[in-house]
């Protein structure tokens, strides 16, 4: 069972520290996206990477789409890694949506978790006001269509094109296979669960404290989301990053890095 | 906006601004470092006024969340990315699809990401029919789901009903052996029947053979033990006549008694042959429009003397014009015998009455009853009175004349006519014997 988990979840664990980080990708990509940030605390922690079922190289024979229809089939998945791997005292590391993904897995089972760290997240993408998600249902309907469309293509483009990658060789032809290269159907459903999804209610539930990074321009997740969720979240910490856009691990993993340590700094020397 | 700041700084060669399709580069942070006159133009705006922007201002809403979630992670990853599909967002709000190719280059120490992008409006509106194709296969798709159940609901019960109907064949091919079996046992008990029929056939045949064979002996019997009885008689009347010398009374008296033994046992042999006449198909039967009230006219003379001799009252009621088609002296020999048994079983003083009429439930049949307030017939003895060699009640009559085939006789001879003879009658107060014989139709 443990063993189905691992090769279900293309579990990847390094690292030469105890304590274990747990790094869970947001919607789109796979645990690759982790390659700028993950390696820096291998030297302090048990680093463990894994994939969303339905995601990169993950066990897509394992995908249940009633499972899958909302983010607690996600959370289950990060709750079975762990259980797999029988973590505790985990730093629970998640981007956009698995911000939510891990506040739903540290409802669920707080003992096992020390520490959220939160990159871009938001309970809400779609607007309810007074609340602001940034979005309009409509927009959301503009995604779901860039994204019908760019599958079309992407079953031919995918393949051949980006086994030469001139800028990183280091990169490994079988990372850049799997790289963002879900399946459409699958894809799109966590496009639903991920942007249609009203998490605001388990957020003034969440024990385990937290680290927020928002980025300084990030419209997936605008200012005013990062604000709510700190004042929402007890014992949540908020970090307002230099870096712009959605992905300040991959663009600006320096920063990332840093406000992570300093973050955890206390909890390492304790 | 700050075109003006960012035009001088342009870092674009000039000879692209005359390229067919946009160009465009942007740093890590999402910032326009460089963009062609025709992007410009093509997105609704003057040339060098892209430049400085986030590249989120040229993108639509939802190419925005693509952008960021899939695009830029991709770029990231692989340093370039090919014929992606993006809407470009006009000055105006309006959008633009494109096909875009990214590669990432590094220029005087930053990371760039150039973009060129083609106008795909009419791909656009073909890959819009082959997604709207594709999403009408996948609604079909899920009605086919939807009806997966019901059929494979349908299907089972299909199969469970062939289960069934093949449980009940393989019964029915068990019934049909077991049938097989029994028809071939019916087959071998109607072998056996019919064996034993033909076997009955067989038997009966012979039986009849020997019934006749008995009747032709009996026959040729009897005629031979009357000729010395004749002989007897003839001797006795000589005897009688005195012939061979004066006759005392004690001769007289033994001569008598010869001659009624002598008569008697005429009468056994008589009766016998008859009988055996009868048996064996040898008796023609001569028949005729009989008068009844005729036919009693001559057979009560015959009777008088013993109806005399016992002093019996006797009567005959015969309705005028009743007749039968018989044998005239068969349904004399019937009546005598009928008359004489009854006056023999009725005590001195009793009645004796015979009475014709039509049948009323057959108005074809004339039936002539002999009846009698004699001693009657005890009922379980009543069915055995027509066998042959039975006489009935002796303990009543102490020694009886006759052979006891006298009602045999009577009733094989009526048969014989087309008619039959039965009995009723209650011990002690008498017998009613009816002859029942073909009416002769009325004209």
Redesign the interface.
């Known amino acids: 069972m443990d063993r189905d988990v691992l090769a279900r979840n293309n579990v990847r664990v390094s690292g030469r520290g105890t304590q274990p980080m747990l790094f869970a990708h947001g919607f789109g990509c796979d645990q690759n996206m982790w390659r700028f940030v993950a390696p820096a605390f291998e030297d302090d922690y048990q680093v463990v990477l894994f994939d969303y079922v339905g995601s990169g190289r993950s066990d897509l024979g394992a995908y249940d789409a009633q499972r899958y229809a909302t983010l607690d089939g996600y959370a289950q998945d990060v709750l079975d890694v762990v259980r797999a791997l029988d973590l505790r005292e985990v730093t629970l590391v998640g981007h956009s949506v698995s911000g939510m993904v891990a506040v739903l897995a540290a409802n669920a089972e707080p003992e096992r978790f020390e520490r959220l760290i939160l990159i871009g997240p938001s309970p809400r993408y779609v607007n309810d006001p007074p609340y602001v998600g940034g979005f309009e249902r409509a927009d959301i309907e503009g995604l779901l269509e860039m994204m019908d469309r760019n599958y079309i293509g992407w079953a031919q483009f995918l393949a051949p094109a980006i086994i030469k990658n001139p800028d990183r060789p280091e990169l490994g032809e079988e990372l850049t296979e799997s790289f963002c290269s879900t399946d459409p159907v699958v894809a799109r459903r966590f496009a639903e669960a991920t942007f249609l999804s009203d998490n605001r209610a388990d957020v003034p539930k969440v024990r385990v404290p937290a680290l927020i990074l928002q980025c300084s321009d990030d419209m997936v997740a605008p200012a005013e989301v990062g604000e709510y969720l700190h004042r929402e979240m007890p014992g949540s910490t908020l970090r307002v990053m230099q870096a712009t856009g959605h992905c300040p691990h991959m663009s600006h993993p320096d920063e990332t890095i840093e406000l992570m340590r300093a973050y955890l700094q206390p909890a390492l020397a304790a | 906006m700050n075109a003006g700041a960012a035009a001088p700084g342009r870092s674009l060669d000039p000879l692209l601004d005359h390229a067919p399709c946009g160009f465009l580069s942007f740093a ?3 910032t326009i470092t460089a963009a062609n006159a025709t992007l410009a133009a093509m997105l609704g705006h003057a040339p060098g006024e892209l430049e400085g922007l ?1 590249i ?1 201002a040229v993108l ?7 952008y ?3 695009f ?3 770029v ?5 990315a ?6 470009l967002r006009a000055a105006d709000g309006g959008g633009v699809p494109v096909l875009a190719n990214v ?4 220029r005087g120490g930053a990371w760039a990401n150039d973009c060129v992008f083609m106008r795909v409006t009419e791909r ?1 509106k073909f ?1 819009e029919q ?2 709207n194709a ?1 999403r009408a296969a996948e609604a079909a798709r899920h009605e086919v789901e939807e009806h997966a159940e019901e059929l494979r609901v349908a299907n089972e019960t299909l199969e469970q009903q062939a289960v069934e109907l093949e449980m009940a064949q393989q019964q029915l091919e068990e019934q049909a052996v077991e049938l097989q079996a029994q028809a071939d046992t019916l087959q071998a008990v109607n072998d056996e029947l019919v064996a034993r029929g033909e076997e009955l056939e067989r038997q009966r045949a012979a039986a009849d053979e020997a019934n006749r064979a008995k009747s032709g002996f009996l026959a040729v019997m009897s005629h031979e033990l009357r000729t010395p009885l004749n002989a007897i008689a003839g001797y006795v009347q000589l005897l009688e006549m005195g012939i061979h010398g004066p006759v005392t009374d004690a001769q007289r008296g033994a001569l008598d008694r010869i001659a009624r033994s002598q008569n008697h046992l005429l009468r056994l042999i008589n009766d016998v042959l008859n009988l055996a006449r009868i048996e064996s198909g040898r008796v023609e039967f001569l028949v005729e429009e009989v008068d009844v009230a005729g036919l009693m006219g001559e057979v009560t003379p015959m009777v008088e003397p013993q109806l005399g001799a016992k002093a019996l009252a006797f009567a005959v009621t015969v309705p005028p014009g009743t007749a039968v088609r018989a044998d005239r002296e068969k349904v004399q020999q019937i009546l005598i015998n009928l008359l004489g048994n009854a006056i023999k079983f009725t005590p001195p003083g009793g009645r004796v009455w015979v009475e014709a009429a039509r049948d009323g439930r057959d108005p074809s049949r004339v039936l002539l009853r002999v009846a009698d307030s004699g001693i009657g017939i005890a009922p379980e003895k009543q069915g055995s009175v027509f066998e042959p060699f039975v006489q009935v009640d002796m303990s009543r009559t102490g020694r009886s004349e006759g052979s006891g085939l006298g009602l045999a006789i009577s009733r094989d001879l009526a048969r014989g006519m087309g008619g039959d003879l039965s009995l009723e009658s209650e011990p002690g107060k008498g017998s009613v014997f009816t002859l029942t014989l073909p009416a002769v139709a009325d004209g």
């Open positions: 890590d942070d999402g986030r989120d639509t809403v939802g190419a925005r969340l693509f960021q979630t899939h830029f992670p991709l990231r990853m692989h340093g370039h090919e014929e992606v599909f993006l809407v590669a990432r280059a590094e656009a890959e082959l997604l594709r």
